[in-house]
Nanobody, 120 residues
Framework: QVQLVESGGGLVQAGGSLRLSCAAS????????MGWYRQAPGKQRELVAV???????NYTESVKGRSTISRDNAKNTVALQMNSLKPEDTAVYYC??????????????WGQGTQVTVSS
């Protein structure tokens, strides 16, 4: 089994910054892509940013230029630095990892979510 534990959410004023972190543990052979998703009330979960094992990144248009995703393959961690936060960034943020657990098995795992609230 694989567990993802997020930290770093909270309440921040518009224009402020937050850094979300996520640590993966458990029966991990190799972590492939890692990413952050978010879900606002009444909306579908959406991709915020993703990073491959080799470090290639992709961001949703609304956070480009304001956010940076990074990872540490040795520590099985991923982080999302968010700057110039806007009220529309308010959501529950979820860490995601595509994990090879050995014997050719690949699983898609989620963290429990961390609330980010941006006040105007």
């Amino acid at each position: 089994q694989v567990q993802l534990v997020e930290s770093g959410g909270g309440l921040v004023q518009a224009g402020g910054s937050l850094r979300l972190s996520c640590a993966a543990s458990g029966s991990i052979f190799k972590i492939n892509a890692m990413g952050w998703y978010r879900q606002a009330p009444g909306k579908q979960r959406e991709l915020v940013a993703v990073i491959t094992r080799s470090g290639s990144t992709n961001y949703t248009e609304s956070v480009k230029g304001r956010s940076t995703i990074s990872r540490d393959n040795a520590k099985n961690t991923v982080a999302l630095q968010m700057n110039s936060l806007k009220p529309e960034d308010t959501a529950v943020y979820y860490c995601n990892a595509v994990v090879s657990v050995g014997l050719g098995h690949v699983g898609n795992y989620w963290g429990q979510g961390t609330q980010v609230t941006v006040s105007s």
